[in-house]
C-alpha cells in the first residue's frame, strides 16, 4: 500500500549532460548523461552521446556530480500544531534544497499523531503541499505519556511507516515489549529515542569537562546506552524489528554492535552534528547547539563516525527540529532541544568528514540513502527505469550557512554562520524537480 | 585588559584581577568616611535587574552605585513585567531605553549576562548566572584574602560543600588559581561535578585532608538538596563535612559566601571564631563592586596603565 505522500507535479523531462554519477548501489562512479522523460530515469549513457528529445531542458551538468537523492528518515515537520515553526510546504523545501528526496515525519506534534484520523488528515495536507515525498511515523503510546499503545494495525492501514514516540523514551520495559509483541501483527518498524529520564535528569548539554564548567546539568552518555542495551535485548527476546534513533555516544555504539552480531534485527542512524561537532562548541552558551541527545564528546564523536562507517550505524538522519527564534533566543538552559539540518546535512559531512579523508564521498552517499530500505521504502537508484530520485551537486562551491536565509521556516541551524564546500544544485524527487538552486540560471549551468 | 562586560572572571587576567582590588582599596576608605559618597559616576544610571532572591548582592550593588553618586534602578522580577511573562530580551530593550550606563543582572540561568550583552548598549555585570558564574563574588574573596595574607601565590585553598550547584564554586576556583592559589574541592561525591578537575582544581570526597589547607571556603548547603537525594540527610552531611573549630585547625582562614545555614556547613562556633573572615567579605562586597563599576564606566584604560 502507498505510505508516501507528496502533490502531483509535473514530470520532469531532463537531460543532464556529461554529470558525475556516483551511486555506488548502481555500481556508477563515473561521468554520464542522464536523461529523464516523464520522471523516469530512460537512459545512462557515456558523457556526449544522448541528445535532448524535444521540449526536455537540458543542463550543462559538467564538473558536478549527480548522487541518488538522499532520504531522511527522521525529520520534525511540526505539523500540525506548530506550524509557526514549519510547515509540510517549507519542511519540504528545506529538504529538496539539501537533496534530499524523501522524508519520514516524527509523530511528536500537536496533537500527536496517535490516531488513524489525524494521519490521514497529516497525508492530506502533504497530498497538497509536500514538494518530496513524506512517509509519517505514528506513536507508540498515546499522546506519548507511555501508558497505553495506540491503534497500531489501524495506524498502519492509514499509512504509518512504523511507530514512535520520539522526543521521549519508552520508560517502561514492560510497555515497549508490548509493543514489539503487537508488531507482529500490524509490522512497521519501532523506532526508538533512548534515553532514561532518571539519568538525564534535568540535564541540558552532555555531561563532561564542559558541563562542569559551565555549571549546567549533564545527560550522561550512559543515560542513552543504557536503553539501546536494554532495548535491544527485547527486541532480540520478542525477534522484533528496532531502529534506534540518533545515537551519540561510544557506548551505544559498542551496544548496538553487540545486538547486531548476536543476530537481533536492529539497525541505527546518527546525525550530521553528531559526526562533526563536539560539547566544547556549548562554551559558547549559544542556544543553537543546544539539542537532545546532546553533542558530546571527541571521543564519542570518533565512535560515530567508525561505526558509520564500519556499517554497525546504517543510516545517517538529521533529527530536523526546527523552532521559532523567540523560542531559541533565551538563555541555554531555557531553549528547546534541537537544531535544523535538512539544508546543511551533505555540506557539513562533505567538507568536516570527506574533505579531510575521514570518510568516503560513496559511503556517505550510501548511507544518507540507507534509511528508505530500513522502513521498507524503495531505495533511490540512479539506473534505467526508475523514477528519477536524484541530485546535482556542484563540490566545488562554498556558501556561508544561513547567509541568505533558510528554506526552512527557522533559523535555528547549528552550523550558522560556518562555510561549507559543495552545493547542492538540483532535486529531483518521484520523478518532478524539487529544487533548483537560485544562482543556476545566473551561474550558467543551465545551457 | 579592559573589558567593556564583567561577565566571567575569565574575562580578567592577573593584571586585570589586581587593578580591580587596587581600586577597591581607594574605595574601602571612601567607605570608611562619614560621607560614604564620591561624584565619579554622577549622572549615569545603573540598573540592577535581579531575577533571583539575593541580599547582599543586590544590596551591595545597590550601594556601590550610590557610593559612586550613580542613580540606581533596581528591578525584581516578582511583581515586575517578568511576572506577566515579557522575556528577558524585551525586558532589556525596555530598560535600555533609559539610557543606563550599566545593567547589573542576576538571573537561575547560565549565559543569561552574556545574552544580554548582545541586547544593550549598556555595560552588563554579571551578578550570577544559574550555576555557571559569579564574578563579583570571586573578586570581592580575592581581595579579602589578598588584604590578610597580601597575597595568593602558593596559598591553599579548600572549597567545601557543593560544589554541583554553585557558581560561586566556579568562579572562585578560577579567579583563585589566577592568582596563584592551589585549590581543591571537597565534598559528597553526588555533590562534586564528573570532570571538576578540568577547571584545574583537585577534588576530595573526605575532609581527611583537611589540615592542608591554608584557607578553608565553605559553600552553602541548600534544604531542597536532601529533597533531591544528593545527601541522605543533613545530619549525615553536618557529621561528614560541617566545618567546626574543631575540624579547623589554628591558623587557618575560614570564609563563606553567605548566607549560612548555621549548624549544617558551619557551627556557630565556627562562625563566631577570629578565624572567620565572613565580615569581611561582605564588607569587600561595596568597595570591589564600586571598583568594577568605576573600571567599566568612568576609567580610562590608558590612564590606569600609566598609573
Given amino acids: 500500500m502507498r505510505r508516501l505522500y507528496q502533490r502531483q507535479a509535473e514530470p520532469a523531462e531532463l537531460l543532464l549532460r556529461d554529470a558525475h554519477v556516483l551511486d555506488p548501489r548502481a555500481g556508477l562512479d563515473e561521468p554520464r548523461d542522464v536523461l529523464i522523460r516523464g520522471g523516469e530515469i530512460a537512459e545512462l549513457g557515456p558523457s556526449g552521446s544522448l541528445s535532448a528529445p524535444p521540449g526536455a531542458e537540458v543542463i550543462d551538468a559538467a564538473g558536478k556530480h549527480a548522487f541518488p537523492g538522499f532520504v531522511d528518515p527522521h525529520v520534525h515537520l511540526r505539523t500540525p500544531g506548530q506550524e509557526y515553526k514549519e510547515t509540510i510546504g517549507t519542511g519540504t523545501a528545506a529538504a529538496a534544497a539539501g537533496g534530499f528526496c524523501c522524508l519520514i515525519a516524527m509523530p511528536n506534534t500537536a496533537p500527536v499523531v496517535d490516531e488513524a484520523a489525524i494521519l490521514r488528515s497529516l497525508a492530506g495536507v502533504a497530498e497538497r503541499d509536500a514538494l518530496v515525498p513524506v512517509g509519517f511515523l505514528a506513536s507508540i503510546t498515546r499522546g506519548l505519556e507511555g501508558n497505553v499503545l495506540t491503534e497500531m494495525a489501524e495506524l498502519r492501514d492509514a499509512g504509518a511507516l512504523g511507530f514512535t514516540d520520539d522526543g521521549r523514551p519508552v520508560v517502561s520495559a514492560g510497555m515497549l515489549r508490548k509493543a514489539l509483541q503487537y508488531q507482529r501483527l500490524c509490522g512497521g518498524v519501532v523506532a526508538l529515542h533512548e534515553e532514561d529520564p532518571a539519568l538525564s535528569g534535568d540535564g541540558v548539554m552532555h555531561e563532561g569537562a564542559v558541563s562542569a564548567r559551565l555549571g549546567m546539568a549533564g545527560i550522561p552518555s550512559v543515560s542513552e546506552s ?52 563536539t560539547d566544547d562548541v556549548v562554551r559558547t552558551l549559544d542556544s543553537r547547539f543546544k539539542m537532545n541527545p546532546p553533542l558530546r564528546s571527541e571521543a564519542d564523536r570518533r565512535a560515530l563516525i567508525s561505526g558509520l562507517t564500519s556499517g554497525v550505524i546504517d543510516c545517517i538522519a538529521t533529527d530536523h527540529a526546527p523552532h521559532a527564534r523567540h523560542e531559541k533566543e533565551v538563555p541555554f538552559e531555557q531553549a528547546p532541544m534541537g537544531t535544523t539540518g535538512l539544508e546543511t546535512a551533505f555540506a557539513a559531512l562533505f567538507t568536516e568528514l570527506i574533505m579531510p579523508g575521514e570518510i568516503e564521498l560513496a559511503t556517505v552517499i550510501e548511507r544518507m540513502t540507507a534509511g528508505a530500505a530500513l522502513y521498507d521504502l524503495p531505495t533511490p537508484l540512479i539506473a534505467p527505469d526508475e523514477p528519477a530520485n536524484l541530485c546535482l551537486v556542484d563540490l566545488e562551491a562554498r556558501f556561508e550557512v544561513g547567509a541568505h536565509g533558510y528554506a526552512s521556516r527557522s533559523a535555528n541551524c547549528c552550523f550558522h554562520g560556518r562555510t561549507f564546500h559543495s552545493r547542492v544544485a538540483l532535486t529531483v524527487a518521484a520523478g518532478a524537480v524539487a529544487f533548483r538552486a537560485p544562482m543556476l540560471a545566473e551561474a550558467g549551468f543551465i545551457a | 585588559m579592559s573589558p567593556r562586560h564583567l561577565i566571567s572572571i575569565d574575562d580578567l587576567d592577573r593584571a586585570g584581577i589586581e587593578r580591580i582590588l587596587d581600586r577597591a582599596e581607594s574605595f574601602a576608605e571612601v567607605s570608611g568616611r562619614e560621607i560614604k559618597k564620591v561624584p565619579a559616576l554622577r549622572g549615569r544610571t545603573v540598573v540592577n535587574l535581579f531575577y533571583e532572591a539575593s541580599t547582599r548582592t543586590s544590596s551591595s550593588f545597590e550601594l556601590a552605585a550610590k557610593r559612586l553618586s550613580a542613580d540606581v534602578v533596581s528591578v525584581r522580577s516578582a511583581g515586575s513585567s517578568v511576572d506577566k511573562g515579557e522575556s528577558l530580551k524585551d525586558t532589556i530593550q525596555t530598560l535600555s531605553a533609559y539610557d543606563p550606563a550599566a545593567i547589573v543582572i542576576r538571573s537561575q540561568y547560565a549565559g543569561a549576562a552574556q545574552l544580554v550583552a548582545g541586547w544593550t548598549p549598556a555595560a552588563v555585570i554579571n551578578a550570577g548566572d544559574g550555576k555557571h558564574e559569579h564574578p563579583t563574588q570571586a573578586l570581592l574573596d580575592v581581595f579579602t584574602l589578598r588584604r590578610r595574607l597580601g597575597q595568593l601565590d602558593g596559598t591553599r585553598i579548600w572549597i567545601v560543600g557543593d560544589v554541583l550547584h554553585s557558581r560561586v564554586a566556579r568562579s572562585n576556583i578560577l579567579g583563585f588559581k589566577r592568582m596563584g592559589a592551589e585549590v581543591t574541592v571537597a565534598g559528597p561525591p553526588t555533590l562534586i561535578p564528573r570532570h571538576i578537575e578540568a577547571l584545574g582544581c583537585q577534588a576530595k570526597a573526605t575532609l581527611d585532608e583537611l589540615h592542608k589547607a591554608d584557607v578553608v571556603y565553605v559553600l552553602r548547603m541548600q534544604h531542597e538538596r536532601m529533597r533531591e537525594a544528593f545527601v541522605p540527610s543533613l545530619r549525615e552531611y553536618a557529621a561528614r563535612y560541617q566545618i567546626s573549630t574543631a575540624r579547623l585547625t589554628p591558623g587557618q582562614l575560614l570564609m563563606h559566601p553567605g548566607p549560612v545555614n548555621r549548624g549544617v556547613e558551619l557551627s556557630s562556633d565556627a562562625i563566631d571564631s577570629s578565624q572567620a573572615l565572613l565580615g569581611e567579605q561582605v564588607k569587600a562586597g561595596v568597595a570591589v563592586r564600586m571598583a568594577v563599576l568605576y573600571e567599566l564606566l568612568a576609567a580610562s584604560p590608558v590612564l590606569a596603565a600609566v598609573a
Fill in chain 1, 226 to 277: 543504557t536503553m539501546v542495551a536494554r532495548d535491544a535485548a527485547l527486541a532480540a527476546y520478542e525477534d522484533a524489528r528496532v531502529h534506534f534513533q540518533h545515537l551519540s555516544c561510544v557506548e551505544s555504539v559498542e551496544a548496538l554492535a553487540q545486538a547486531k552480531a548476536a543476530g537481533a534485527r536492529v539497525s541505527g542512524e546518527v546525525c550530521p552534528h553528531h559526526l562533526t561537532l
